[in-house]
């Protein structure tokens, strides 16, 4: 071990050494206890370490290790301030020669915040968690044992089973073993990093239905960025308030993919297809389709077909010429040029012979399954001898004009014109159909009619607020848009109270317009 970390141990181990009790206001306690007490020597040993390190860039790595450590124990017990300007310092100097009078100045800078935490603290407490919703299996990824205690306690107040895993090479077989509703996923852990651990999380069928959320001292847009390109489907910042952070683990878990489609990601037997089918036609329009194949080759087509459809599509084998397709609230113009497309891809592997056809049921319960596939085998043998990719019969929706994909609706509302026009132009290049509002009472008119997809909110509007608007909204059933609340007011009490209005998300300005549009993905998904 380390010569200077032996001497004080380290902040991060505070309480390992006592017993872990399971009241959260006492393990919160004793550790804050422990962190004033040790506080001082340890930054002390940092300045020894960096004195007698050379100008190598892996001379940084101690420093940043403890920075991070810092970062993320001093806010979850109550030390914002520490929290920031170890933050901060965490990133200037990672990935770079270590500098001596910069690591002094930011340690400086860090005790001046030290300072300003004791006189004001802010201790969280398990008493402002609350116990909304059903209780949830939610995994803890982190490595620090403080932050697994302090987060294992809170959430086991809130009614939560908190399952906790050290490192990501555990995440996937714990995961498998215990199917957690949410998983909350440091973004620093030793061996495989979080972002590569959210990526096998996502690849894998029976676990990529399952919400993930990064938990990371650093909230920066790059950050948030990376998280949602690799899967995330949140990201929370250290310190979370825990009263926050018990709404949006409902909201996430709302996310999770009911238990039978999350079982469907695969291809299936055609009797287990036939289950899943009929309920689905019963319930909204559909299409299926029958894609033919040479003998012996319906397995290789059925793979590339599940590889290419959505998560809640069936895909079956009917027999060994011939792969069964349902997709669910698509009409059957969209179907045929996705199959179109996937047939194509077909014969771009090497497999000729391939030819797909489309029946569709405009409205729930208008065909039965066997209507259906006979239906599609009609159409299969027209596309065989118009030579097409994908064909439907004529008597169905094919005299349709051919389909043309219709955008996501989003609802942007504001008072701001410069804000308008910034999202207004992000959301064109990314072809999404706008309509823009300029106050509460307009912006409610106009989703009651309009029926967006999602809605980008303003909490301060005139005629009527956004808090207003979201709970005009509640009424709202069938149609009620997601809804991302985009605000200057980024206070733990506004952000608490647009959650418990029905808010899917929380942006706080100023704002980075992709991260904007890359939430609004993830929410479509």
Known sequence: M?????????????VATATTPADPDTVLRETRQQFVTGFTAQCEDILERVDQQSADPDSAK????????????GGTIGFPRVSAKAAELEDAIRGTALNPQQVRDGIAAIRSAFAADVAAPMMPTAAATLAVGPALTVMIVEDEPVQRAVMSAQLRQAGHSPVAVICGEDVIASARASRPDVILLDVELPG????????????????????????????????RLTGLAHGADDFFTKPIDSRELALRLQLLSKRRQPLDERATFSVLTYDAFCD???????RERCALALIRTPVGKAADVAALTRDEIR???????????????????TGGAAARDRLGSIVEKCRAAGIQGVFAGIAASDTAGARTLEQLVEEADEAV????????????????????????????????????????????????????????TFDGSRTLEEVRAQKPDVLVL???????????????????????????????????????????????????????????LARITRLLK
């Open 381 to 436: 043998s027209i596309a065989r001898y118009e030579n097409q990719a994908a064909a439907q019969r004529p008597d169905g929706p094919r005299r349709e004009a051919p389909a043309q994909t219709i955008q996501p609706l989003v609802l942007v509302a504001d008072d701001d014109p410069d804000v308008i026009r910034i999202v207004d132009s992000h959301l064109a290049a990314g072809n999404y159909r706008r309509v823009l």
């Open 62 to 73: 101690p420093v940043t290790q403890w920075l991070h450590r810092v970062a993320g124990l």
């Open 276 to 282: 899943l089918a009929r309920n689905e036609i019963q």
């Open 311 to 329: 998560r809640r599509d069936l895909c079956g084998e009917h027999d060994r010429s011939h792969v069964v397709v349902l997709l669910p609230d």
């Open 2 to 14: 380390d010569p200077v970390i032996e001497r004080h141990p380290p902040l991060h181990q505070a």
């Open 192 to 223: 495989i990093d979080g972002y590569a651990v959210c990526k096998l999380l996502k690849s894998e069928p029976g676990l990529a239905s399952i919400p993930v959320a990064f938990l990371s001292a650093h909230g920066n847009v790059d950050a």
């Open 458 to 516: 303003d909490l301060m509007m005139p005629r009527m607020t956004g808090f207003d608007v979201l709970a005009g909204l509640r009424d709202m059933v069938d149609s009620r848009p997601r809804i991302i609340v985009l605000s200057a007011r980024g206070r733990e009490e506004d952000v608490i109270r647009a959650f418990s209005l029905g808010a899917d998300d929380f942006i706080a300005k100023p704002f980075n317009p992709q991260e904007l």
